[in-house]
């Protein structure tokens, strides 16, 4: 609590195209070192590794795009997001930073959840179009994974002060970064 009462708050440009960019294609820039594009399906979903999308366990999606579970936080466009920087003009490689940070021998972990949250239970997957999980974009490595920390709705607390009456539960915030 006391960290975060004094933590600083940043801002970035997200004009990376013509139009303005999301969230995700921001992290995706930040990411590749380079503008990067998003793709239209399953923008920002990213799964903790004990979660679903769309009534499907996460180690089975991953089981068939990958062929195997790798442990960690998955974004599950990794594959539509390469291919659509591989054509576009930019030519970002998604997950590069992440690579670079593995070959470092540096961990990665993300700790992050802004998913939209009015007219659903907290504690219930949210609908389509409700993930924001982009954070994990940045970290990834070219396979879609962060091997460490969590993006799940696990990280929210009900709080009727709050916009949409959810926030970041402070507590379980700092638990899973001590993990």
């Known amino acids: 609590e006391e960290f975060l009462d004094r933590a600083a708050i940043g801002d970035i440009s997200t004009r990376i195209r013509l139009d303005d960019a999301g969230t995700t294609d921001a992290y995706l820039t ?76 540096i961990a990665r972990a993300v700790v992050a959840n802004s998913d939209a949250a009015e007219g659903f239970v907290s504690t219930d997957p949210p609908p389509d179009g409700a993930y924001s999980r982009a954070a994990a974009t ?29 926030r970041l539960d402070h507590s379980r915030v700092l638990e899973e970064f001590d993990q």
Do not use: Q
């Not at 930040?30 to 799964?47: E, H, I, N, Q």
């Open 30 to 105: 930040l990411g590749a070192g380079t503008r990067a594009v998003s793709p239209a399906v399953d923008t920002a979903v990213a799964v903790d590794p004990d979660e679903s999308y769309r009534g499907v366990p996460g180690a089975e999606i991953l089981e068939r795009r990958l062929g195997h579970v790798p442990s960690g936080i998955a974004y599950l466009a990794t594959g539509a997001a390469t291919l659509i920087n591989e054509l576009s003009s930019f030519g970002a490689e998604v997950g590069m930073l992440g690579g670079a940070l593995v070959d470092a021998g």
């Open 138 to 166: 940045m970290l990834m490595d070219s396979d879609g994974i962060v091997p460490d920390g969590s993006v799940g709705r696990s990280l929210l607390a009900d709080d009727p002060d709050s916009p949409f009456g959810v």
